[in-house]
């Protein structure tokens, strides 16, 4: 089945610096990585998505990379801010209906800390 | 329009015990998911269902049941309940011609 890696497991940027957060995957055949974010307590929240047929998507102070030779995609956030605190996961789906029903295979999550 | 809900909000069990979990949704999603959330382990698919009638295994679908009787409302139970249970529960659903996959706000479950 689909392996989802991501890196780092903790990170902490200074207030209008820029973060970083990298996943790998292992099947080829996933075609859809979406970014989730969670507050404490809450429920994950979809904040980015890409398809396997871009290359990259922007979204204000948001941005998504992805390589798909390489097989490895990325979430950019500028000019971070402290509510922008949060854990990130990212996620593949593969592109066929008989794999788990479209379900998301998750990273481990990132714990992002922006410091005032 | 409430989206996802779950329900309860937080229990606490015994070992042995049973308890089911109920998830609804108002979206008309043809498919929905349970997941389960531990620290550091992301979340981790346990059953899913792809309409109405239909469920099927996850990653981690062993002490788990479900059903999905009605489109809108897809249940987990939990028949004897174990310590190694205890986690937060997630349920998401999806819309048949869209990506984006909806979570519901979780239900905190501790197992004694």
């Known amino acids: 089945g689909e392996n989802v890696e991501q890196h780092p497991s903790t990170l902490s940027v200074q207030e209008g610096d820029s973060a970083v957060i990298k996943c790998t995957y292992s099947d080829s055949a996933s075609n859809y990585f979406p970014w989730y974010k969670q507050e404490l307590g809450k429920r994950p929240q979809l904040i980015i998505d890409?398809?396997?047929?871009?290359g990259e998507k922007k979204d204000q102070r948001i941005a998504v990379t992805l390589n798909k030779t390489a097989k490895h995609f990325s979430l950019h956030i500028t000019e971070t801010q402290p509510e922008d605190s949060a854990v990130y996961f990212c996620?593949?789906?593969?592109?066929?209906?008989?794999?788990?029903?479209?379900?998301?295979?998750f990273g481990k999550g990132t714990s992002l800390l922006v410091t005032p | 329009n409430a989206g996802v809900t779950q329900t309860p909000k937080f229990r606490v069990l015994k070992t042995g015990q049973s308890m089911t979990l109920l998830c609804a949704q108002d979206m008309n999603h043809e498919y929905m998911y349970w997941y389960r959330q531990d620290p550091g382990m992301g979340l981790r698919l346990i059953h899913y269902s792809v309409g109405e009638g239909t469920t099927a295994k996850g990653e981690v679908p062993d002490g788990y049941n479900v059903s999905r009787l009605k489109k809108q409302n897809f249940l987990l139970g939990l028949e004897s309940a174990a310590p190694s249970q205890t986690s937060v529960y997630f349920c998401a659903s999806r819309g048949g011609a869209t990506d984006t996959q909806y979570f519901g706000p979780g239900t905190r479950l501790t197992v004694l």
């Open positions: 996620a593949a789906r593969h592109n066929t209906f008989s794999n788990s029903g479209y379900a998301l295979n």
């Open positions: 890409i398809r396997s047929n871009v």
